[in-house]
């Protein structure tokens, strides 16, 4: 299985730098493009100006003046494309108000460029119509475009005449169909943006799932195969120990079995606590071992599950409580009955709502143990282990409520209530 492993990380790694060599060449490709695209329009400008200097009889100052303008529209132009294109869905509202005030400055330079110097179609205002269109929502995108393709129509009228105005449509109808072009096109370039972060997002998972595989894979061979062993070893140990006579002569043997004893319970221990953090109990599965343990150990039970579909958090402290909750009953409780129920409890009006885990026997109370101390089925609580670990993992919960002990009328009870909209563990509590 090791060799299997080896072999498939070089697979996946390959497929994952091949990924991102793929991702890099098109945001390069997108990046030379871009810049090349905006550069073809600064060609007109310079046709513009030509063709000023060839028609008109233009002054020093005005000439100052009209380079100036140009200047600037070019400028604000520029920095618009190539700072603001492509806008994503959180553009917060100073953002957009930047966006909108250099829309405006250049929808007045354009304005000022034809009502000076202009004598036909105002094509500065396609300027305007392509910069909105890809550097502001959709929406707002459109709406801009509509705007500047009325402005640009009454300049039209203005300069050429509104005796016109039955043949204007055909000049103007290009800037609307133009500028629901660029929209389309940023509209597609921010799709294949979030298609290749939900592509790398999905490739992150599936190296985390990759990841959790294995440690799955390495927790449940820990459990069985180290866990198994542990436990057969002090379970013999434990047999030796009973089987030896506490003589003088056999004392020096006795002391050293339980010592064995000792240092396998708590590999064991440690064994388990180190699975813990590794593989976590479904809750499913506890539930059916629940119910082939005491019924092993000879205690009839009833088991309720109304707790429906929960988180992975939640469902694993649950299944923490069935398994500590059954070993506290079969260990210390000498009962003949068990209940387990789990309930939900769905909040209202905004309040959160939670579930809860019950585990009630019908033991008889304390009773003398070995040592001749009294047990009460809450050895857990005060040991460090059983049910002190399963108290600790509650009070990891914001709000949780964790509560265990006998019964007035005999028997003992282990409640657990997780509340369902706070399923995070406090940093305190980890």
């Not at 449940?220 to 002569?249: A, M, Q």
């Not at 004893?261 to 590999?267: F, L, Y």
């Not at 469902?315 to 069935?322: D, K, P, Q, S, Y």
């Not at 964790?402 to 657990?416: N, Q, T, Y």
Request: hydrophobic letters at 45%; a negative charge; charged letters at 20%.
């Amino acid at each position: 299985m090791a060799r299997a492993t080896d072999i498939e990380q070089p697979t996946s790694s390959t497929s994952g730098d091949s990924t991102g060599i793929a991702d890099a060449s098109r945001h390069k490709l997108l990046s030379f493009a871009w810049p090349l695209f905006t550069a073809v329009w600064l060609l007109f400008p310079v046709g513009f100006v030509v063709q000023v200097l060839g028609t008109s009889d233009l002054s020093p100052l005005e000439l100052f003046e009209l380079l100036t303008s140009l200047a600037a529209f070019v400028s604000i132009f520029l920095w618009l494309m190539l700072r603001y294109p492509f806008p994503t869905a959180g553009l917060t509202l100073r953002e957009l108000r930047v966006r909108i005030g250099l829309l405006l400055a250049l929808a007045v330079l354009a304005l000022y460029v034809e009502l000076a110097y202009g004598s036909g179609v105002p094509y500065r205002f396609m300027y305007v119509v392509v910069a909105a269109a890809v550097t502001l929502p959709a929406s707002k995108a459109a709406w801009m475009v509509a705007a500047t393709t009325v402005i640009t129509g009454v300049v039209y009228e203005v300069q050429v005449g509104w005796g016109t105005l039955a043949t204007a449509w055909r000049n103007i109808v290009p800037f609307p169909l133009i500028g629901i072009g660029m929209i389309a096109v940023s509209r597609l370039v921010d799709t294949v943006r979030e298609l290749q972060a939900a592509r790398r997002e999905i490739a992150q998972l599936a190296a985390c799932e990759a990841v959790d595989e294995e440690r799955l894979r390495f927790a449940r061979d820990l459990h069985d195969l180290l866990g198994h062993s542990l436990s057969s070893i002090t379970l013999k140990s434990e047999l030796v120990g009973r089987l030896l006579p506490d003589t003088p002569e056999t004392h020096r043997a006795v002391v050293e079995v339980r010592d064995i004893q000792g240092i396998a319970r708590g590999a064991l221990r440690e064994v388990r606590e180190a699975v813990a953090g590794y593989r976590q109990p479904a809750l499913s599965e506890e539930l059916i071992g629940a119910r082939e343990m005491l019924e092993a150990a000879g205690i009839a039970c009833r088991i309720e599950n109304d707790a429906g579909l929960l988180p992975k958090s939640i469902e694993a402290i649950l299944a923490w409580t069935v398994r500590e909750g059954t070993t506290n009953v079969i260990r210390h409780s000498r009962a003949r009955h068990c209940d387990i129920k789990l309930s939900r409890k769905d909040g209202e009006n905004g309040e959160a709502g939670e579930v809860r885990a019950k585990i009630i026997d019908d033991g008889r109370g304390p009773f003398p143990t070995r040592d001749g101390t009294s047990d009460s089925g809450t050895e857990g609580l005060a040991g460090g282990s059983g049910l002190s670990g399963l108290a600790e993992r509650v009070a990891g919960f914001a709000g949780a409520d964790f509560e265990a002990g006998p019964l007035p009328e005999g028997g003992f009870r282990l409640r657990v209530s997780l509340p369902l909209q706070n399923s995070s563990v406090r940093e305190d509590g980890q």
